[in-house]
């Protein structure tokens, strides 16, 4: 989306929350950090002049795309949500659905196992309620503070992921459960497609309710939006 706003010279502003360490540049100016909430964002949203919005954060990122909605709505801002198609299961899936981290959680009781968290580092303290298992955390960045999981292993990489490196990675880790969000989009599906060519389960948490809004799913459909 930053590349097809900056080609055709848009005026545009790219916004970070600020949780990774070190995140990719864009060619656009980029603003990191929080807005303070609904009240924040309105006023962000009036010194600046934004008479649009593109809500493209992660489909698990709620609040945000909350906090964006209501701003939007008492701003009088436009506003779309340009969203990863969700990922939906096939015949040789092994899923389970749970609605939420608690959810998860409860879905890992019984004997211990080797657990892949694909999950981002801020959910991971949950898991610490089953702690007969094994976890492997794969992370954009190396934890500031030791995951407070008895048994882990931390493995940093940041997407897209291939395949092949998805294969390695859960044979080398003897992984014998998955555990991710429904992100949906390719540049993370690859760990699902690993799964089911292992004949490994996966625990996946469906997403959360997100505002009623306009959703579309590719940048050029978002062009179309700006320029009605």
Known sequence: ???????RDVEAVFSYAGRVASPKEQPLPTRVGGFGGVTGLVQYLQEHNITHVVDATHP?????????????QQAGTKLIALTRP?????????WTHVADIDGAVTAL????????LALGKLNVPAFAAQPQ???????????????ALPNHTVVVARGPFELAGDLALMQEHGIEVVVCKN????????????ARELGLPVIMIDRPVLPPRDDVATA????????G
């Open 109 to 116: 009781a019984g004997d211990p196992k080797r657990v892949l």
């Open 183 to 194: 992100a949906g989009g390719m540049g993370a599906k690859a760990k699902l497609t690993a």
């Open 60 to 72: 698990f990122a709620a609040q945000m795309s909350w906090n964006a909605y209501e701003a939007c």
């Open 1 to 7: 989306m930053a590349r097809t706003l900056a080609a």
């Open 133 to 147: 298992h094994h976890y492997v955390l794969r992370l954009v960045d190396q934890p500031e503070v030791t995951p």
């Open 220 to 227: 050029e459909a978002v062009l179309e939006w700006l320029a």
């Open 86 to 94: 969700a990922w939906r299961a096939v015949a040789e899936d092994q």
